[in-house]
Each structure stands twice: as C-alpha cells, then as structure tokens.
C-alpha cells in the first residue's frame, strides 16, 4: 500500500511538473507563433496534452531560426563588406524602370539587392536539360564551382554530378558543396569520402547546429543553387535524385523547371550562398565579387533569397505584392499549395478584378496531406473566379509564377506554409517582357496538359475524402 502512494504522490508530481512546462511552453508560443492560428492551436495542445505535444512542440513549435543570423546583421566584418560593396556594385546595372516603379521597390526592400540588367536568362524544362546545362557549365569552370542542394542521392544522377566535380576538383578548380542535413539524409558516407578524396569541400547544412538548437529540424534549407566561377548560375526546382530525371516507376515523367543566368544577378545568388556557408563553416571563401554584363541579353533580374531568420516574411510579402500588382493575369505553378488567409483572400480578390487568376497543381500527390489540404481551397476561391488545374502526365514540381506580360518567377519556393515560413528559398524574379513571353509558353503548354479542377467534382467525391481534406487542412500552418 505504502509503495502505491509513493507511486501516486510521484505521478501526481510529474504530472503537475509536466502541465507546468506545456503552460510555459503556451506562453512561449503565444509569444512567439508567427500565426494567431498557430499560436492558438499550440496553446490549447500544450496546456491540456503536455504528455504528447511538450516533446511535439520542441521540434516543430520553433517558428524562427535559433542562432541563425544573416551575416550582414550579425556585424562580421568581412561577410558585412561584400554585401556593402556587392550591393553599391549592382545599383551601377539598375535601370529608371525599376528605379520608378513603387511595384519593383517594394521586391528590391524585401530583397536587400537591386535589380540589375545586362542579364541573359533561359529556362531549362525538365531534368534532361536542366542538368545538361549544368553539367556542360561545371566542365567549363576555370576557378570554382559551388553546388547547393536540397536532395543528393546515391544514385544515377548523384553519381554522374559527383564524377564532374572529383574530375574538376583535381584539374585544381575549387569545389564547394552544401546540401541539408534532412533533405540528403539517406547520402552515404562513402559518396562524401570519394568527394573528400578529391579535394571537394562537401558539408550539410545543418539547422541543428548548437546545443540549443539539437532538436530544430523543421526547417530546411530548401535551396538548388549552381555557380560557375561567379559568372553563370542554375536555379530552380530540381534536386538531384533519378526521379527527377523521370526514371520513377511510380511519379512516372517528372515536370520541373530550371533557369541559367548570367549577368550581374550571378552576384546576388552567389552572395545567398555565402551566408549559407557561413553559417555551416564559419569561414569565407575565396570568391569573385565583381558583377559583369552577360556577353547576350538585357533582362532586368532580382535574386530573392528568404529563409526563417528574415525579420518580415520575405517570401510570403512577395507572393502578395505579386498577387496585388497583376492587372490581367497570375498564373502559379506549385507542387504545394497550403497558403494562409490573407494570400487565399489576395487570390479571391485578383480575380474579383478580372485577372485571369489560374493555379496549376500535380494530380499526383508526393505528400499526401499537403495534397488533400489543397482541395479545401477550391470551394472557397471558385465563386471569386480562380481556377485550379491538375497536371495530369506526371508529377508536377516546377514552382513558377507569370504575372500580366512582364513579370516572371522561377524558384524554389512552393505556395505554403513551409516555404513561405520555415525553409531557406531562393527565387529568381524577371522583369522583362521577352523572358515573360518565354515563360508564357512554357505554362501555357502545361496548362494544355492539365484538367481543371472544380467544386463539382469535389462535392461527388466520398465522405471519408472530404473529412480528410478538412483534417489535413487543420493542419496547414504546419504542412
């Protein structure tokens, strides 16, 4: 009987102890959520089920970065004079366009980078030329190559990428290569040794880096990033794994979408990485920092880097002040689409205004609850005017974005939550009609490819469908 009590008083103890921390753990989220939404649904699990959400929150609650600090707020010297220099350097390419125009200042403040011209921009469709390109830029580089990436794998493509830059690492060219720790979890370490081997420099971006910092593993540096020597840079949606170079049974061909820069703009990308980099080495290394006119091309570009560390929602403010500044159409291709409120309303109210407002999704899923949470917004935004397609050859992963006649996206960033408030991104804007026009063909083939989505066809589905579109659409602060 005795050790029934001290079990009890012990039980009582710990769960007292426990309800303590989850209503400090509330408190904490209220305090810190990015979303009312969040904040209160953080609040309500916390205080009353410590038991399961206490260890929950401590790995996704985070809505900021933990001691990551971009380096040119964090006041280091040397990562603080090349954005001074670098930034002084590419107003010299900015143009009275840009200068002008409130819609283009807005993305310049949010960006902390000019716009320049002198740029030459091609997009790349699919894996089969985007890696093309790729690879053929690797094997021209005389001084360096850096190599970003979400994903890496052991397979076809990982071993052809890792083949070049062994054989560029020993002609003496430098080799910096950076991928997330979460994204290439599955890399093995004899991969990393033959790249080792050969002199490349290869590290994981590591969000849970520091003792206080060992359980934040919800965010991801969601980053593709290629540099040759300073002067010509690949970004876009693809990683690098055989399913993206279509070879998967199950996605079947994989629809994605790539672009190759030169020009001034090469700088800005090239500076995202530095502080990535930074962040993972503590060290600088040894780059061009000089922005040249691409020998073709006059394409004014922006480079919008936007990671969880941003003081304002770098990401989420562009994809409004897109959305607000279309006057005839906003068409988005994204794989994810788990937006928030204020974006959903932007949409309902662009096709109020007559936009041609149209959003291109993939009919296969990756992941199965942003799949289903993006169903619960066709019913809500159909009686405004905007239009959902499905991409029905393949999966869909490319993330772009055309607004009217003169302005074009393509990134990383996809149209949710994750992207907008957790990952480290990178996008490519272009204001510049010829490459807008470019970008209009490619969609407008996709959209031919597609079938359209719309509340009717929701409505005939099952019960048990619509109840686990609206489950997973709770969770879409999260997704």
């Known amino acids: 009987m005795l050790i029934n009590i001290e079990q ?14 989850g209503i400090l753990a509330a408190i904490h989220a209220i305090m810190t959520a990015r979303t ?21 929150y401590g790995v996704f609650g985070r809505g900021k970065f933990q001691g990551y600090v971009k380096a040119r707020r964090a006041g280091d010297s040397q990562i603080d004079h090349i954005a001074r220099a670098l930034e002084k350097k590419l107003r010299l390419f900015r143009t009275r366009d840009e200068e002008d125009d409130p819609k283009y200042t807005a993305l310049e403040e949010l960006a902390e980078m000019p716009f320049t011209t002198h740029n030459d921009a091609k997009l790349l469709i699919d894996g089969d030329a985007a890696f093309a390109a790729i690879f053929a830029g690797i094997e021209q580089a005389k001084s360096y190559v850096i190599v970003q990436f979400f994903i890496i794998r052991d397979d076809q493509i990982g071993r052809e990428l890792k083949d070049k830059l062994i054989r560029k690492a020993r002609e003496g060219v430098r080799v910096y290569l950076l991928y997330d720790e979460i994204g290439s979890y599955a890399l093995p370490k004899a991969y990393r040794r033959e790249l080792a081997a050969a002199g490349v420099i290869d590290l994981p971006f590591r969000t849970s880096k520091g003792i206080r910092n060992r359980f934040q593993i919800n965010f991801r540096n969601h980053r593709k990033i290629v540099i040759v020597d300073g002067e010509t840079a690949y970004v876009g949606g693809l990683n690098v794994g055989d399913e993206y170079m279509g070879r998967s049974p199950v996605f079947g061909p994989w629809r994605d979408t790539h672009v190759e820069v030169r020009g001034p703009v090469v700088q800005a990308i090239q500076f995202a990485f530095l502080e990535d980099w930074y962040w993972a080495t503590g060290s600088v290394p040894e780059l061009d920092w000089t922005p040249r006119p ?64 149209r959003i ?25 005017g905007v239009k959902f397609y499905r991409y029905q050859p ?41 490459f807008a026009i470019e970008t209009e063909k490619m969609l407008a083939r996709d959209f031919e490819l597609c079938l359209q989505t719309k509340s009717a066809d929701f409505a005939r589905r099952p019960f048990w469908f619509h109840f686990a579109v609206r489950v997973a659409r709770l969770f879409a602060p999260v997704l």
């Open 8 to 21: 009890l008083e012990w039980g009582l103890i710990i769960a007292v102890v426990l309800h303590g921390l």
């Open 360 to 384: 291109m999704l993939p009919a296969k899923p990756d992941h199965k609850m942003v799949y289903l949470a993006a169903f619960s917004y066709i019913a809500e935004t159909e009686l405004s």
């Open 36 to 56: 009312a939404q969040g904040a209160i649904a953080w609040a309500i699990l916390l205080s009353v089920f410590p038991y399961l959400t206490l260890p929950v």
């Open 294 to 357: 691409a020998p073709e091309g006059n394409e004014a570009a922006l480079c919008l880097a936007s990671d969880p560390s941003d003081l304002m929602e770098t990401c989420g403010l562009f994809f409004m002040q897109a959305i607000n500044s279309a006057r005839h159409r906003l068409w988005i291709a994204s794989p994810y689409f788990v937006p928030d409120g204020a974006l959903i309303h932007a949409l309902q109210l662009a096709a109020l205004r007559g936009v041609d407002v």
């Open 394 to 434: 393949g999966f869909m992963h490319h993330k772009v974005l055309l607004v009217d006649d003169d302005l074009a996206a393509v990134g990383t960033a996809n149209f949710d939550n994750r992207s907008i408030r957790l990952n480290f991104e990178i996008t490519l804007i272009f204001a510049d009609r010829g």
